[in-house]
């Protein structure tokens, strides 16, 4: 296999590179914890301290803190992917992670007859 037969099977004319989400985790698949509302937001100023281009993608779109989902969103990744790394610059200390405060009894009925209550109104 020559180097452009190589690279016509991994560049798509539209998307740009074309990598496959384990490549980029490294084959791991443990978001170590990191739930869907947690909130993150970057510890450095500069996200080139990241070693990868998706690290410091991750890094500039927690430049202010903000849930999980919406930094998957921002960076254009698969939430799996996302979790990882996130996990990742954890642990290296380039970000941090904030948990929402969990509630032991759930929504209260007054808070569910408010919401029923909103949505008839739209």
Not at 66 to 84: H, K, T, Y
Request: glycine share 6%.
């Amino acid at each position: 296999m020559n180097a452009e037969d190589w690279e016509s099977d991994w560049l798509d004319e539209e998307a740009g590179p074309v990598v496959r989400p384990y490549a980029i985790t490294g084959g791991r698949v443990d978001p170590a914890g990191f739930d869907l509302i947690a909130h993150v937001v970057a510890t450095v100023d500069d996200p080139a301290q990241a070693q990868t281009p998706e690290k410091r993608a991750i890094l500039a779109a927690a430049e202010r803190p903000c849930a999980v989902v919406e930094v998957a969103a921002v960076v254009d990744l698969p939430l799996g992917v996302v979790r990882v790394l996130l996990a990742d610059l954890h642990a290296e200390g380039l970000i941090e992670r904030y948990d929402p405060p969990s509630t032991p009894d759930g929504p209260t009925e007054q808070l569910l007859q408010a919401v029923i209550h909103g949505l008839r109104t739209i």
